[in-house]
């Protein structure tokens, strides 16, 4: 059964408010592109659930899940000294069960998966999910868990990453473009898709059910620090994480309204180079990013639509936190991620690799202080753990779909309505 909303949604460029229906992505007032935020109506105290719905009071839920796991703030401090950091802490988000972390798809992305289902209503469309693979293992995990209907898109490379503890619910239908399809295929894909009758998209960004999730990494960090840190690192594709803490910061703050704060930290938003498309845009460059997505080691930080200029966006928190976007090579990522694993004792995924790299160069260059109270988002890990301590299942495709030069969403599009009964199929195809 649904509960009670207690929050209200509000448009960050008109202040629009609205009563959420658990769908809208977007005020419908004509002005420039702005994201829609939460508003709660009181504070709530934490409930007595652990993980990521002990913080349900600060979602945008009407239903919460049961034995959800959420990220465990600690301290890194053999790390700190090799960075020549003296307050580093670690957030991480994946499967370690020493540190008591248990999201076995290995990513935050489970924070945000299972928020927006937490925030859909009775009887809602299925939900339209792109992804590079970390987003579709968690929102198809979550959705075969409790028997929510989703269509997913991902490249064939994402594969690799969509292994579970059992098979995938016949409800989530797992769409895989073959061929050359990157992420950014997928991603307009899904947009094409989540227009047919009775679907919707998940929205990536502009969901406010994905970015309140993603920011109880910040509520879990100002719990355990006793306040908010100074500097917050995370790695991004759309920016939707760092976003998220941002604005989980500036309602710990009590400026959830969105008024710039010198209390909260300063973002420091990290990419994959040869292909950055945010620190493209950051740096004042205009057109396409230079270099190619398929050359980097993190392929889920390779969005090339991400909410830059969008109101409550990219630009807003980075220039209102006084932060900025860094970045690291693949070279500099790989080593992180076995830095990582030999001072912390668990695996952790290229993406957060990039952001540990990214914060090493940082603090060598002074941009970030060796006193300064640093907490680094590791937004994946254990997944290697997990597959020693689980038998794991491969994800198998609903549809496959060649893609290569000349392939387009319609007629992926077309292939999927056909598999769904939506048309008939015409003799001979």
């Known amino acids: 059964m649904l509960g009670k909303r207690h929050y209200s949604v509000v448009c960050a460029a008109c ?116 992804s590079a693979g970390n987003t579709a293992a968690a929102f198809a995990w979550a959705a075969t868990l409790h028997r929510v209907p989703v269509l997913i898109v991902v490249p064939a490379s994402a594969l690799e990453r969509l292994r579970f503890p059992g098979p995938l619910d016949p409800r989530v239908r797992l769409v895989v473009l073959d061929g050359t399809a990157t992420y950014n295929d997928a991603i307009a894909c899904a947009d094409r898709l989540a227009r047919l009758p009775g679907h919707h998209p998940e929205g990536g960004c502009r969901n406010v059910g994905r970015r309140d999730g993603l920011g109880t990494v910040m509520l879990a960090a100002a719990q355990t620090l006793g306040r908010l840190p100074e500097v917050y690192v995370q790695a991004v594709g759309s920016g939707a994480g760092a976003i998220a803490a941002h604005e989980a910061a500036l309602r710990l703050c009590g400026d959830a309204d969105g008024s710039p704060s010198s209390r909260v930290p300063r973002v420091l938003m990290c990419q994959n180079t040869p292909y950055a498309p945010l620190s493209h845009a950051w740096r004042g460059g205009t057109g396409p990013a230079p270099g190619r997505a398929v050359d980097v080691v993190a392929p889920e930080l390779t969005n090339c639509r991400p909410p830059f200029a969008v109101r409550g966006g990219v630009r807003d928190v980075l220039r209102e936190s006084g932060g900025e976007v860094l970045e690291a090579d693949n070279e500099a990522a790989l080593a992180a991620m076995a830095l990582f694993g030999q001072t912390e004792g668990i695996d952790i995924e290229p993406g957060a690799g990039v952001a540990l790299a990214a914060l090493a160069e940082a603090a060598s260059t002074g941009r970030v202080g060796r006193d300064e109270l640093v907490l680094l988002n590791i937004t994946g890990g254990g997944r290697a753990r997990l597959s020693h301590d689980v038998s794991l299942t491969p994800a198998e495709p609903w549809l496959r779909v060649p893609w290569g030069p000349g392939s387009t969403a319609d007629d992926t599009a077309e292939l999927v309505r056909r598999a769904l009964g939506q048309v008939p199929t015409p003799s001979g195809v």
Request: aromatic share 10%; proline share 9%; hydrophobic share 40%.
């Open 15 to 130: 202040g629009t408010r609205y009563e959420d229906d658990g769908l809208i992505l977007e005020c419908p007032a004509p002005h420039e592109p702005a994201f829609l935020r939460t508003e709660y109506r009181a504070p709530c105290a934490d409930a007595a659930d652990s993980g990521l719905f002990r913080h349900a009071g600060l979602l945008p839920v009407a239903r919460t899940f049961p034995d959800v796991g959420g990220p465990v703030v600690h301290p890194a401090g053999r790390l700190g000294r090799l960075l020549g950091l003296r307050r580093l802490w670690v957030a991480f988000s994946g499967y370690w069960p020493e540190r008591g972390a248990f999201l076995t798809t290995g990513t935050f992305k489970e924070l945000e998966a299972y928020t927006v289902l937490g925030r859909l209503p009775e009887a809602a469309p299925v939900l339209v999910v792109a």
